[in-house]
């Protein structure tokens, strides 16, 4: 797609954001475009300013004049993206939405909360919490990232596969267009069929569509008991036919994780948890507790014919909250390992697990560059796998070695295996490149269509 010719910020473009949304609020500080310049990929774009609105009719108000003056501007939550997705690749207007925050109302009696995009995952659960109920979608970076960011990527977590992603919790929301115009998608209700299904279209769309200003979401009660088990085997065979045994038997648990031997090893150095190495499983069944019990009988049931060198079940919330923190602390654990920790996403059929790991183990050997590893973990129980790159990107040879490992992990893995390049982290700037790889040139360039339809001059998140 061709991009068009777009214009910078000037001083004059600068005075009217000011009287749009305070001069406060408006940054030029090589500080904060330094801030707004990255997330957790190795990819790097600064904006020409920072623009920080407090509502929807002022983010209207700032699209209107990007709009006509033909200025990019990209959405950006808290950074927590791996992709490279909130990142201001044209320059213009970084438009952070981290000041709209709050809960707006809460209807426990419909199970709806709504809420601003800039609010944080664990903070809308920790309010949920007081009153019995919660938001199951839970990614890894939930103590940092943003709804709104959860609603542009389509984010899951550990509990996707029995709760869904997040598409399954949005109801509704409140969409500003390229152009200004404010639109509701969606309804308060369960069931809607009047119409496309917006809602759906928005959610994922990286704010490449419109700025999402307030989230209608879905909640649920919290469960009456958890029952969580870690298992740990000899091989990622025993491991995957453990899960597909669980998910075959109508048993869905709350949570399905496994982490690989390397992950394991620095989890487990990092969490002071004292298990033998192995390829680790984490299963966390919930509900009524009786249920849960049956589910945790069945699942060790399963576990136990695969012979397991150590099998251990929560006796406690202090305990289950350990295993749930060793699984998180994934990410953290292997960054401690090199300067540079590249974590990835992509999805295969549950079965075709075992052959991924073999061939994703393989790439640091394959490309034989010193410094250059990895580690692996994820969701065993939908196929969404985390291969980790650690790297030093200071060095040029190493950080070549990534973009290679980057190419293999898409064409000659994911893609062959019947799988996709992201489960859950989304394309940004980084996936880009493998989108009509995956969905051919038909398809592609139907998306683009629905772009311009939506964004008539390309200036949303480019």
């Avoid at 893995?413 to 996936?431: D, F, K, Q, W």
């Amino acid at each position: 797609m061709t991009l068009p010719r777009y214009e910078p910020v000037t001083e004059a473009v600068a005075k009217e954001l000011e009287s749009i949304v305070g001069s406060e609020n408006v940054s030029a500080r090589q500080e904060d475009l330094i801030c707004a310049s990255y997330d957790s990929s190795l990819l790097r774009y600064r904006p020409e300013v920072v623009v920080t609105p407090n509502t929807t009719e002022q983010v209207a108000a700032v699209l209107r004049l990007a709009n006509t003056r033909r200025i990019p501007l990209t959405p950006r939550g808290a950074g927590t993206g791996s992709a490279g997705g909130a990142l201001p690749v044209k320059g213009g207007i970084c438009l952070d939405m981290f000041a709209m925050n709050k809960v707006v109302s809460f209807d426990p009696d419909n199970l709806m909360v709504v809420v601003e995009p800039g609010l944080i995952c664990d903070a809308l659960n920790e309010f949920l919490e007081k009153h019995g109920f919660f938001f199951p979608p839970d990614p890894a970076s939930s103590a940092g990232c943003t709804i709104g960011g959860m609603v542009n990527t389509n984010a899951a977590g550990n509990r996707a596969m029995k709760y869904g992603t997040t598409k399954d919790h949005v109801l509704w929301l409140e969409v500003v267009l390229p152009t200004g115009e404010i639109i509701t998608t969606g309804s308060a209700t369960l069931k809607s069929v009047s119409g496309f299904d917006l809602t759906r279209l928005i959610v994922g769309s990286e704010g490449s569509l419109g700025v999402v200003t307030k989230i209608g979401l879905r909640v649920t009660p919290l469960p009456e008991a958890y029952v969580t088990s870690l298992y740990i085997f000899n091989t990622i065979e025993e491991a995957v036919r453990t899960a597909v045994g669980i998910r075959t038997r109508g048993i869905i648990p709350g949570m399905l994780e496994f982490l690989d031997v390397t992950t394991a090893k620095v989890v487990f150095e990092y969490t002071k948890l004292p298990f033998p190495l192995g390829y680790v499983v984490l299963v966390d069944c919930d509900g009524y507790e009786e249920a849960a019990e049956r589910q945790a009988m069945l699942v060790n049931e399963i576990a136990n014919k695969e012979t397991p060198i150590f099998a251990e079940r929560a006796p406690d919330i202090a305990t289950r909250d350990q295993f749930i923190t060793a699984r998180k602390s994934a990410f953290p654990a292997l960054a401690r390992l090199r300067p540079t920790a590249q974590l990835e996403d992509l999805t295969v059929p549950v079965t075709k697990i075992p052959e991924a790991c073999v061939k994703i183990e393989a790439i640091p050997k394959r490309l034989a560059i010193p410094g250059f590893d990895l580690g692996l973990f994820g969701h065993i129980g939908d196929g969404n796998l985390h291969p980790t790159f650690i790297f030093d990107e200071r060095d040029k040879v190493q950080r070549d070695a990534f973009f290679q490992a980057l190419d293999i992990l898409y064409r000659e893995v994911a893609l062959p295996l019947g799988g996709s390049i992201t489960g859950e982290h989304g394309i940004g700037a980084l996936r880009a490149p493998y989108i009509e790889l995956e969905h051919g040139p038909v398809a592609t360039n139907l998306m683009r269509e629905i772009k311009k339809a939506f964004d008539p001059n390309m200036i949303l998140n480019p």
